[in-house]
């Protein structure tokens, strides 16, 4: 199973949106409405903020959502705060019942 | 609110193996999948493995069949992941991580470890 592929940066000034890609492939993100994303800063565990494609754990902000079209899911972080600074990870369900993670996207805020 | 507590960090020769333990500090342990996802010094999360308790076996990512097992003590509540024939390239923070809600494989890690660094050097 092929790591799913996602943009090695992106950047954004405060308050402005991002948004990251997750591509994949007919067996995972194509298939299944099983994606989430995580957040990750350094030296800490990653932080779960999205699952099924677009729905938000208790307590993560709604300045975080997801939405998927075919083979790509997407992560927009709207109003950018300093603290979104992070490297995010998305993941998919696959249909060899495992779990794949994209490369990671690191997140700047100018 | 749940925690997960791993065992403290490794050094290992390679060629040799590492198990790693996982132990939630509340919550119902057989009704929950546990996972295991490595990450290499400046790399990103990589999938290795899951098990549901209540079943006994696991499920693994292609790469690591063969080389990992995935197991959880019932008794102590305690999940583990064994990987053997390390070598260099295994040297790695592993977490374990509570899949969300229940007992299914659609449900993402949710819940992470703190991490365990194993560190595979001669």
């Known amino acids: 199973q092929s790591a799913l592929t996602q943009p090695a940066s992106v950047s954004g000034s405060p308050g402005q949106s991002i948004t990251i890609s997750c591509t994949g492939s007919?067996?995972?993100?194509?298939?299944?409405?099983?994606v989430s994303w995580y957040q990750q800063h350094p030296g800490e565990a990653p932080r779960f903020i999205i699952y099924?494609?677009?729905e938000r754990p208790s307590g993560v902000s709604n300045r975080f959502s997801g939405s998927k079209s075919g083979n790509t899911a997407s992560l927009t972080i709207s109003g950018l705060q300093a603290e979104d600074e992070a490297d995010y990870y998305c993941?998919?369900?696959?249909?060899?019942?495992?779990?794949?993670f994209g490369g990671g996207t690191k997140v700047t805020v100018l | 609110q749940v925690h997960l507590v791993q065992s403290g960090a490794e050094v290992k020769k390679p060629g040799s193996s590492v198990k790693v333990s996982c132990k939630p500090s509340?919550?119902?342990?057989?009704?929950?999948?546990f996972y295991w996802v490595r990450q290499a010094p400046g790399q990103g999360l990589e999938w290795m493995g899951g098990?549901?308790?209540?079943?006994?076996?696991?499920i693994y990512a292609q790469k690591f069949q063969g080389r990992v097992t995935v197991s959880a003590d019932e008794s102590t509540s305690t999940g583990y992941m064994e990987l053997n024939s390390l070598t260099f390239e295994d040297t790695a923070v592993y977490y374990c991580?509570?899949?969300?809600?229940?007992?299914?494989?659609?449900?993402?890690?949710?819940?992470w470890g703190q991490g365990t660094l194993v560190t595979v050097s001669s």
């Open positions: 993941s998919s369900f696959t249909t060899t019942s495992t779990w794949v």
């Open positions: 991580a509570r899949g969300k809600d229940g007992g299914s494989y659609y449900n993402p890690p949710d819940i």
């Open positions: 007919n067996s995972d993100i194509g298939h299944y409405d099983y």
């Open positions: 099924d494609v677009n």
């Open positions: 098990i549901m308790p209540i079943f006994g076996t696991g």
């Open positions: 509340g919550g119902a342990f057989n009704s929950y999948v």
